[in-house]
């Protein structure tokens, strides 16, 4: 699956299961939204005012409807570098769980908060690729990725790091061969 081409140095979105998540990401803003992510968020973060939960709601859409492009940035990078055979695995681990209608906060359900966690997955399984010997995109990830771990709630971004190690762990076989052409292209 080659789902990215170049377009004045910004990955394109094409074939795949990345246009599938578009469109969950555009059906999910079609149903309730905004207002359905800011319910959300006031419900995570009881303290926060409600200029802060606006705020918190348009950084939240804004990551969410980036995975795509982090996606497409990583499927790009990995072809690269040929390191498809390892990073692929774990990038279509992550597009499952973002393509799977009913999983720890359901898209079918909450509309766009049901889209947090598959987006704290990928951002994960990401910045997992980043901890070899040479960054792999060189993005910095901790941001969202503690944005997004206050929104969802401790429970579950546990167990989206156990998802995201275990991914990892099924092509472990594969990490050090990833590494050592990482280092290699150094």
């Known amino acids: 699956m080659e789902p990215t081409t170049e377009h004045d140095g910004d990955p394109v979105i094409s074939g795949g299961s990345i246009p599938d998540i578009v ?3 555009e059906s999910a803003k079609a149903r309730d939204g905004i207002p359905a992510l800011e ?4 419900k995570s973060l009881p303290e926060a005012e409600e200029f802060e939960v606006t705020q918190a709601a348009e950084v939240a859409l804004e990551i969410i409807e980036s995975v795509p492009l982090f996606l497409a940035r990583a499927r790009q990078e990995a072809g690269a570098r040929g390191l498809s055979s390892v990073v692929l695995p774990l990038l279509n681990h992550a597009e499952r769980y973002y393509l799977q209608p009913m999983d720890l906060i359901p ?13 704290y997955l990928v951002i994960r399984i990401i910045e ?25 709630g401790p429970s579950v971004a546990q167990r989206l790091d156990f998802i995201a190690t275990q991914a990892m762990e099924e092509v472990s076989s594969h990490l050090q061969e990833l590494w050592a052409r990482m280092a290699h292209h150094a």
């Open 23 to 25: 469109a969950i990401i």
């Open 107 to 119: 898209e079918m359900t909450q509309g766009l908060p049901g889209l947090l966690d598959d987006t």
């Open 128 to 152: 997992n690729l980043d901890r070899g010997p040479e960054q792999f995109l060189d993005w910095d990830l901790e941001y969202p990725i503690r944005f997004l771990q206050r929104l969802v």
């Open 39 to 42: 319910r959300f968020i006031a």
